[in-house]
């Protein structure tokens, strides 16, 4: 069939659908311009309108007002052993990162404490660290410090240990504590499972990303068919929720009876 014969016949079904509509139609009686835009048009809801662009100033005011008078880098910048912000306060700018100098402790906080703001994050060899001293580390330079220093990556101004085996090997204990508590933690296990899922969500966002092209696609061929089915499948879906709510709801009813028959037949008493 070729392109005429194919209009022809899409004009044909369009008429047997419409054609009752289409036969009292009549644009001078509707009030559409011959245009067929309508330019005479206004605000139907300023109320809406002015809480819009007051919500869209308190916005921008909130925004200003908190990049100004506030830090935005100590919401993600590390602490050191007694609690000041690496790279964020003053005498410590020079400082943004952070260094565990020691894990030899089972105990998280105490390996915290041992925590100090650095110039640059240290690798084994290095034979000085520039630091700001701490309540538990006075000297950055002590011999025992300078010895136990491990190689480590930056990890958002954390000094990070490549590897545990990369560690001392008194520090290894410790350190797979600190972890350990970490994934523990409600954040820790997002982050923990984000982690392992990571191939999962970037594959499933690529497939979302196909299968709406592949849905717009075909319902630019196949809307009406798409359409019915759609309505058919959420319909039985609604079937079938319904049946399942309806079982669950029947066996909690046996067993409210089948409590109360036991209740009964002992008297009165639990058993």
């Known amino acids: 069939m070729d392109s005429k014969e194919e209009l022809e016949a899409d004009v044909q079904k369009k008429n047997e659908m419409y054609g009752d509509d289409l036969g009292g139609f009549n644009a001078a009686e509707t009030g ?5 835009v309508n330019r005479d048009r206004g605000c139907t809801d300023i109320i809406c309108l002015l809480l819009f662009f007051a919500n869209c100033g308190a916005m921008v005011y909130l925004a200003h007002m908190g990049f ?3 830090d935005m880098g100590k919401l993600f910048s590390p602490l050191d052993g007694d609690l000041h912000f690496c790279g964020h306060e003053p005498g410590y700018e020079d400082y943004p990162h952070l260094y565990i100098t020691s894990f030899k402790s089972i105990n998280v906080f105490a390996n915290l404490k041992t925590g100090i703001c650095v110039k640059e994050c240290p690798d084994r060899g290095d034979t000085s660290i520039d630091c700001k001293p701490t309540g538990s580390v006075g000297n950055c330079n002590d011999p025992e410090i300078i010895k136990n220093i491990y190689n480590t990556n930056d990890l958002a101004d954390y000094c990070f240990p490549e590897s545990v085996s990369d560690l001392p090997e008194s520090f290894r204990e410790g350190f797979i504590s600190l972890t350990n508590n970490f994934k523990q933690s409600t954040s820790g296990r997002y982050l923990n499972d984000i982690w392992i899922s990571k191939k999962a969500i970037g594959y499933s966002t690529l497939a979302g990303v196909v299968y709406c092209f592949l849905y717009i696609y075909f319902m630019s061929i196949f809307a009406e068919q798409l359409a019915w089915t759609g309505i058919v499948l959420i319909q039985l ?6 049946y399942f709510v309806y079982l669950e709801r029947v066996e909690a009813h046996e067993a409210v009876i089948a409590a109360k028959t036991h209740f009964l037949s002992n008297g009165g ?3």
């Open 269 to 271: 008493t639990e058993s």
């Open 68 to 70: 100004t008078k506030g």
């Open 32 to 36: 559409i311009p011959e245009s067929g």
């Open 237 to 242: 879906g609604l079937v079938a929720g319904t």
